[in-house]
């Protein structure tokens, strides 16, 4: 059975918060009142630019946009998603977010895939999981995974991802969690990865991902990481 939280009077629970140049951010859980404006952001700032979203053109397929939406509302329901938020002049905006969930042993990716384009980025997450079993590496029974980190446009370069990320570790702590995993697809977003802590353990270039089939370039020699991060 999927994992479910179990929600106390502490939710939405706040993981992380500082103050910078007249803003204040809070990075929190993902209260259901905001799972509307998360999706818009998701499908607006991560579909265009995350490397396997915007090589697979999934934007403009509306049926694979459909499908990817009922996936991230399905993982909302898991309670575990990491939102940030900046407030300034009074004025409180959801500027970030990661869209996480527990991977538990024994569990198969399974999500539902219809859509040409999403099935051509799904197909990239099942053939790498079968290369290396992240929880059997870690020597766990579970761990916290993720199926999108994104910034809003406009508030990139201030390392928001990087604070996001790093915020999984006390969310993982209140949950009895040891460990995450995650496939990153792009440069920052790995580099952000490497700042918090996280550790490569496969590679795989869009080439291969060409070679094996998949429609992607055949001349693209960037990297996707599948990358984890273990907790005391």
């Not at 219809?114 to 579970?142: A, H, P, R, T």
Request: proline share 3%; net charge negative.
């Amino acid at each position: 059975m999927p994992f479910m939280r179990h929600l106390d009077a502490s939710f939405p629970h706040v993981w992380d918060r500082w103050e910078a140049n007249g803003t204040k951010w809070t990075i929190q859980d993902l209260p259901p009142s905001d799972e509307d404006e998360a999706l818009d952001i998701l499908l607006k700032h991560l579909c265009p630019d995350e490397v396997l979203c915007a090589l697979s053109d999934i934007i403009n397929d509306p049926v694979s946009v459909q499908c990817i939406s009922k996936v991230w509302r399905y993982y909302f329901q898991q309670r575990t998603t990491l939102a940030c938020y900046a407030e300034s002049a009074g004025e409180r905006k959801l500027v970030a977010l990661n869209v996480c969930a527990v991977k538990e042993k024994g569990e198969e990716l399974s999500m539902e895939v219809v859509g040409k384009k999403w099935e051509n980025v799904y197909k990239v997450l099942e053939y790498m999981e079968s290369k290396v079993d992240c929880l059997e590496y870690m020597g766990l029974d579970k761990a916290l995974t993720a199926l999108g980190l994104v910034v809003r446009k406009e508030y990139r370069g201030a390392k928001l991802g990087a604070r996001v990320l790093a915020a999984r570790e006390p969310l993982c702590q209140h949950l009895g969690i040891k460990g995450t995993l995650t496939i990153f697809t792009g440069i920052a977003s790995q580099k952000s990865a490497v700042s918090c802590g996280f550790t490569s353990v496969l590679e795989v270039s869009i080439r291969e991902l060409a070679e094996i089939g998949l429609d992607y370039p055949k001349d693209d020699n960037r990297l996707i990481k599948l990358m984890v991060k273990k907790y005391e």
